[in-house]
């Protein structure tokens, strides 16, 4: 595959570093902010420390290098070889590849979950599709978290019961927040930039700050 540049698509704001972000056109659209990857990041070392992170759908990498930058190690897997293969020349770049193990596997897959577990991991970050058809376009986010790709609460459910009740989930600013507190006692924080909510970060387990609605404006 040909990859581009984050520069190349006009994806440029969301980062503040200056160093090259590649990958397929479709997954750079897809990345975080810098500001709230680094933002879960800091959440994560400010209530757990330095613990060992499981990332879910970690896609060409654009979470996961900012995770590695304050934790000690991101096991990050995404069911698509070729972002991952995006993901470990970006991890090279940032300089973090030591800290990172890639691995390309279904987000539901039990085996891998329980290995997570035994290499110690205490809190899952997850950032699944969030359309319920991958023909649509990347906008069209559905309020149904049943149909995320993988679905959320099939996801919710397993990293609960194999790994740890420690989640941070980046979803879709329409999903819908009845279905996001049934999973659990939550925080749904709305990540805005420049006013207005780009998605939320809904947090479970030790993660959470206090229950209910939240808010962070991203730079
Ligand atoms: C929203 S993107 C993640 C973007 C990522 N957080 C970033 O900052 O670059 C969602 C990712 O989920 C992956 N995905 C979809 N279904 C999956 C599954 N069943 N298991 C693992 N990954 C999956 C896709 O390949 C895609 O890269």
């Not at 990857?37 to 400010?46: D, F, N, Q, V």
């Not at 992170?53 to 069911?79: Q, R, S």
């Not at 609460?153 to 609960?160: A, C, R």
């Not at 709305?190 to 909510?197: D, N, P, Q």
Request: aromatic share 8%; with cysteine.
């Amino acid at each position: 595959m040909r990859y581009t540049d984050i520069d190349t698509i006009g994806k440029r704001y969301r980062f503040k570093t200056n160093l090259p972000i590649i990958g397929d056109k479709e997954g750079l659209l897809l990345t975080s902010y810098q500001s709230a990857s680094e933002h879960t990041a800091k959440r994560i070392l400010r209530k757990l420390g330095k613990v060992p992170v499981l990332e879910l759908c970690c896609g060409v990498g654009g979470t996961t290098v900012f995770l590695a930058k304050y934790l000690p190690h991101i096991y990050a897997v995404d069911i698509n070889p070729e972002r991952i293969r995006a993901a470990k020349v970006n991890a090279r770049t940032f300089g973090v590849e030591d800290k990172i193990t890639f691995v390309v596997r279904d987000a539901l897959d039990e085996g891998m979950l329980v290995q997570a577990r035994k290499n110690g991991v205490q809190v899952v970050v997850s950032d699944v599709e969030w359309r319920e058809d991958l023909g649509l376009s990347l906008s069209e986010t559905t309020p149904d978290i049943t149909k995320t790709i993988p679905s959320t609460p099939i996801l919710f459910e397993k990293v609960s019961r194999l790994v740890t009740k420690n989640l941070a989930m980046h979803m879709a600013a329409n999903s819908n927040k009845e279905q996001l507190r049934k999973l659990g006692v939550c925080e749904i924080e709305e990540m805005s930039y420049y006013g207005k909510v780009k998605f939320v970060n809904v947090y479970y387990g030790r993660l959470v700050n206090k229950e209910g609605i939240s808010s962070y404006a991203m730079k």
